[in-house]
Every structure is written in C-alpha cells, then in structure tokens.
C-alpha cells in the first residue's frame, strides 16, 4: 500500500506523449485517492458531504470480465498495482525487518508447496513477494499476484513468532485459494487502476487521519474498497488453510487464536482507526471459536500456560517488533516517548535487551548519539544473559543497527569498529551474512572517502553487489548503491544502467527508459566494453516499454 508521487497534469491542449500521458494518468490516480480512503470509525462522514462525488470512468481488466482471472492474468494485475505503490514513500525497504519477514513467509511458502497449496501454475506466475509499510495501524493485506503488505504496525503489535506467521499465512491463503481472483472475475468493472488506487487511498488516510475522517464514503468509494473485502466463507477458508499451513511450517498452532484474543480485546478497548484488519476482516466469535477448536480440546489451555520460547526466533521476533515499533512512526513526540522507556523490574534477559535496543533506536533517531551508544552497550550486556540459542543473532542484530546508526550521522569509521567488535564475554559467532551486512558494507565504503587506494573497497562492493543484483533483479536499494559505486570507479554507462534499474525497480518505467535513451545520446562512439553494455541496455529498454505500452493501453 502506498501512494504515487503527483505530477501537475498537462495543459489541456498540450500534445501528449506516451510519458506524459502515463504521468497524466497517476495525477489522477492521485486524485482518486480522495475517494478511495478506508473509513474511520466516526459517524460525522455523510453529514460533511456536500456534493456527490463525480464517478471516476476506469477501465475494466479485460481479463476479469465474467471470468476468474487466470493465474498469469493476476500476476500481470499484480503487477502494475506494484509498479504504482513501490515509489510511495509509505513503502520501505528496512533490510533487518525486511529479513526477517522474508524468512516467516519463506517457512510459510515451503509448507504451502508441500501441501499442494501452491502448485505449479501458481507457483510458476506469482511473486509470492511480502512488502512493509510505514504505518502505526494493525493491518495486512493480499494483493493480486501474490504480494502481500505488512503494517509495521502489526508486527510492532504482535508478541510472538507465530502470531505474526498466523497472519501472513491467512493472506497467503487468500492468493492461493484464489479468492482475490474469483472476487475480481465477477466484478464488470475492476481495474488495475482502481485497485491501486483504493491501496494508494488507504495509505495517504493513514497519513492524513484528519482528512480522511472528512472523506466520503459512498458511490465509487465503497465499490473499490468492497474489492478487497473478502465474504466470511472466504475468510473461514483462509483460517483453515492457514491454520494448516502454519503448524505444517513449524509455528505453534496457538499463534492463529493467540493473534484473533489480541485483536479482538483492542477492539474492545478501542478501534480508533489503528485496527483496519479488524473492518477488512472482521473477527466473528465462529471465526475465533473455529481457531481454538482446531487446536484440540486442551490445545487453548495449553497455549495459554506455555512458557516463553528460548528459540532464536523469540528473540529475533522481539527485536524486530521493537524495530518496527521505533520505524512505524517517525514523529518527535513517539520518538521521545520510546527512548525513554524503563525497565520493569521482573524483566527477563529478552525484556531487557528489547527495551534497551528499542531506547538505542529512538535515540538514534532524534540525534542522540551518547545516548544510543550508551543504550546499545546495556543491551549488548543484557544479551550475554539470553539462552545460547538466541545470542547469535541478538549479537549480529545489535551490531547491525549501531553501525547504521553511526552512518546516519556520517561516522563511518565509528561504524566499522562497531561491525568487527568481538563478542565481549560469550563466544557469540554471528550468523553468515545476509542482505542487511551486503548494502551495510556498500554504503559503509561509499563512506570512505579520499583515499588513494579506495578504489579497491569500492570494487569489493561493487561485485558483491553486482552477484546479488543478478539473482535479485527487482532490488532496488541494491541497484541505487551499485550505481553510485559504478559512478566512483569511473564507470558512467555501468553507473547509468544501474539507476535506469532502481528506478524500473521502483515502478518509474518512464524514468528508466529515460535513462537509458540519454545514455545512447552520451555515448554515441562507445568502445568494445561499452557496445556489450548498450546492448544489455537495450534489452531492458525493450521490456519497460513493452510494460509501459501495456500499461498506457489498460488505461485508454
């Protein structure tokens, strides 16, 4: 979920190129955000309108009229939602929690393969990608094509492992159900405009709770969000086929029953607009008694007297939960509030090194460094006292994120100290590296500066990326680096082709086709080296506009 970067429109008498055309057609998709906001939970929406909204004219998915959608059909819709939400802002790319999503959904994609969920169609045409979204609200949601968001806000809400695997396993059952498909093929007028839209509304109320509580709900409105609201069979079938999935996965079947007492006691208490899952999938005393009687007869008792886990990912749960709780919202006064949180007094060694990475975090961020060094060191020493299991990756975590902080404010020598500190009193051997150490140690030799012999950190960095960018082509933040590498060894057409790729990443086909048609414009005598490279290009130039054709042609 995420919102489009606006353009002014063109005159209205302008000639309209392919590109402005395409630009044309997001300030209008921005437009209908207004229309496509989730309601709050006021009662003062109708007595505010004033005028009936106009009706938006969007174009029908020729694909999804009076049919379900085929299985590429849906990917292709996928698609271009994603190519419109990538760039909002609202979607991050936080590598630490990022992985560690992956790593649930990864677990919950396997089982699902296993059980025959998943077959090879599916399998074969979906992305069965998850996204995060920058947003203090408890929500998730399956989008076509297998990509599934994740508030921050859930997963800062959730306590365990499993409550959270509970959740991405239910969306997951929605794609592989094909729910999203058998609800767009009997709507005449779906689009992928109208889709992405709605998606992109729900993100810009979010950040505009005010405003939203003024928008109207009605007409169009509620016909775009109705398609993303499931019927209560479809939702009872993806409780089950996730129940299914998650325990066949590893996770503790009490995580399901856990997530809905959760979610069912804050709706109690109070659903001020931070509990939208609970609207898009609303909780029936069926639906929570069906998840506690899949458990067995004692199966609810005994989840409810289990003890903490000492499983690694307990803690990395906890962590990251924490890291989401500091990412979601970015405002001073949050900030403050979670930078100063106390221990309390019968924590446990996990208590412990949450509130002092969670203090380290928001300290990081509000520009207190002393403090966030000093927090950081109470953590690392609470960490020697975690089960031998966990400290591994509480150690690698920790290190993680003091040496990201330290580049944020522009302390890159600080920052490789904190990386190669050894474990202080436990013979802690972090886990091997992943995709956080990967753009850590980009951005880390970006950070060394004016030095003769720079160049070979630069060109380290440069191939590892170069290797991970070639098995993770949609990697954007991976390109972004790798063009600025490029770019420092003197390596312009590498350099542009790579920012021509962040940004097809993104979603901006406009601005990578851009890209590369002014690189054949620069370089129009290239050498043997840069005739390969142009000719790399040329093939990508090929497949963005071919996408940005069919794109302009669904909106026409």
């Known amino acids: 979920m995420a919102s489009l ?39 003062v929406l109708a007595q505010e309108a004033r005028t009936p909204p106009a009706p ?58 296993q059980r025959g969920e998943i077959g090879p169609d599916l399998d074969d045409s979906h992305a069965w990608e998850p996204f995060l979204v920058r947003d203090k609200s408890v929500n998730a949601f399956a989008l076509p094509g297998g990509y599934i968001g994740v508030h921050l806000g859930l997963l800062a809400m959730t306590t365990t492992t499993d409550e959270l695997a509970s959740v991405l396993a239910h969306e997951m059952s929605h794609v592989t159900q094909r729910h999203i498909a058998r609800m767009m093929g009997q709507q005449a007028r779906t689009s992928w405009m109208s889709m992405a839209s709605m998606v992109l509304g729900i993100l810009a109320a979010s950040r505009n709770p005010a405003a939203a509580q003024a928008l109207i709900y009605g007409g169009q409105a509620a016909t775009i969000q109705g398609q993303l609201n499931f019927s209560r069979d479809m939702e009872r079938e993806a409780d089950r086929v996730g129940f299914t999935v998650m325990s066949e996965a590893g996770f503790e079947p009490g995580g399901m029953a856990r997530m809905f007492e959760h979610l069912q006691q804050a709706s109690r208490l109070n659903d001020d607009g931070s509990f939208p899952y609970l609207r898009t999938h609303p909780l029936t005393s069926e639906r929570i008694g069906e998840a506690r009687n899949r458990m067995g007869p004692d199966g609810w008792t005994q989840a409810l007297r289990a003890q903490p886990s000492e499983h690694q990912r307990a803690a990395w749960h906890a962590l990251m939960a924490a890291r989401a709780q500091v990412l979601m919202d970015p405002r001073s006064d949050a900030l403050h509030r979670l930078g100063t949180l106390t221990l309390p007094e019968d924590a446990t060694a996990l208590q412990r090194v949450r509130v002092h990475y969670t203090v380290a975090l928001a300290k990081q961020r509000t520009g207190q460094a002393a403090g966030a060094a000093t927090a950081m060191g109470q953590a690392r020493q609470a960490a020697l006292s975690l089960p031998a299991a966990q400290q591994p990756l509480v150690w690698r975590i920790l290190m993680l994120s ?11 020598q600080e920052a490789a100290t904190a990386l190669s500190r050894p474990a202080l009193l436990s013979p802690m051997v972090p886990p091997q590296a992943g995709r956080p150490e990967l753009l850590l140690g980009a951005r880390l030799a970006l950070a060394q500066r004016g030095s003769d012999t720079q160049a070979d950190p630069w060109r380290e960095a440069a191939n590892q990326l170069q290797t991970h960018v070639s098995q993770h082509p949609q990697d954007a933040a991976a390109w972004a680096l790798l063009s600025e590498l490029w770019r420092r060894l003197d390596q312009p057409l590498r350099a542009i082709r790579a920012d021509a790729e962040a940004a097809a ?21 290239p050498n043997a080296a840069d005739v390969i490279e142009l000719s790399v290009m040329d093939a990508r130039l090929k497949v963005w506009q071919r996408q940005q054709r069919e794109d302009l042609r669904e909106d026409n």
């Open 56 to 113: 938006l004219n969007l174009p029908a998915l020729g694909d999804s009229v009076g049919q379900d959608l085929s299985p590429r059909a849906e990917r292709r819709l996928g698609d271009r939602i994603m190519r419109a939400v990538r760039s909002d802002p609202a979607v991050i790319d936080d590598p630490m929690v990022l992985e560690y999503v992956q790593a649930l959904w990864g677990d919950l994609l396997s089982a699902a393969r």
């Open 5 to 43: 970067t606006s353009s002014a429109p063109p005159a209205a008498r302008s000639p309209m190129t392919p590109t402005l055309r395409l630009r044309q057609r997001r300030w209008q998709c921005a437009l209908a955000m207004a229309l496509c906001a989730l309601p709050l939970s006021t009662g």
């Open 402 to 412: 003091e040496a990201d902080g330290l580049l944020e404010v522009q302390r890159p």
């Open 505 to 525: 990443a993104l979603g901006d086909l406009p601005g990578a086709i851009d890209r590369i048609q002014g690189a054949h414009q620069r370089f129009r005598r």
